[in-house]
């Protein structure tokens, strides 16, 4: 139990243009999910928290009108990359947990290639 | 802000022998402290996490101890195996954003020698 889904796994577009992340959660409702980039030989960090049906909280220094994140339901979460750089290229990550529980549950990651 | 320091950046055993990884983490109202082991290009997977209530935990051959006092928790993998070679992350969960997210220190890059 407890699969959260990412799709797409790979993805390369040219810069300027827009890209769509997708997080779902296959057998369990996400209360919370959260959106995390890992550069490579790095660590995980947090870009924002979402709860379904509200807007997202942004981590200091992450432009909420750069990467627009979409919570409209228990099962998904989306993540769009707005007029993407290539300094935007990294692995993208989202996790999600249900309730009150405290373990998060990762996706498999996207990997963002901006030319 | 919150912070999570974890030490070593990189750790080399001989297969059989025991790897030890530390973490501290600056806000003292933290309660859960999760361990997470990450391959190359993978998603990384919880190993072991213990709660702010529980002083020791143990699966097999891995272990997390905690110590509240001086806000340090770490990981101990014993008769380590090659398969065992990964990036090691910990976590705490701040108080600020409702215990919610998880703050991640650097990692450690653990190799296990045959």
């Known amino acids: 139990g407890a699969v959260v889904s990412q799709h797409p796994s790979r993805v390369i577009c040219k810069s300027g243009t827009s890209v769509k992340i997708e997080c779902r959660s296959l057998?369990?409702?996400?209360?919370?999910m959260f959106w995390y980039r890992q550069f490579p030989k790095q660590s995980l960090m947090l870009m924002a928290t979402?709860?379904?049906?509200?807007?997202?909280?942004?981590e200091q220094g992450v432009e909420k009108d750069k990467f627009l994140i979409n919570h409209a339901s228990l099962t998904l979460s989306t993540l769009t990359v707005t007029s993407a750089h290539p300094e935007d290229s990294s692995f993208y990550i989202c996790s999600a947990k249900a309730g009150s529980s405290y373990e998060q549950y990762f996706g498999p990651g996207t990997r963002l290639t901006v030319t | 802000g919150e912070n999570v320091e974890q030490h070593p950046s990189t750790l080399s055993v001989q297969e059989g022998d025991s790897a030890v990884i530390k973490c501290t983490y600056s806000d003292s109202a933290s309660n859960y402290f999760p361990w997470y082991k990450q391959e190359l290009g993978k998603r990384p997977q919880l190993i072991i996490d213990i709660r702010s209530n529980v002083g020791e935990k143990k699966d097999q051959r891995i272990a997390v101890t905690l110590n509240k006092t001086a806000k340090h928790f770490s990981l101990h993998i014993t008769e380590t195996q090659p398969e065992d070679s990964a990036v090691y992350f910990c976590a705490a969960t701040p108080f600020s954003g409702g215990y919610n997210k998880l703050i991640f220190g650097a990692g450690t890059r653990l190799a296990v020698h045959p």
């Open positions: 057998d369990f409702q996400a209360t919370t």
């Open positions: 979402s709860n379904e049906g509200s807007k997202a909280t942004y």
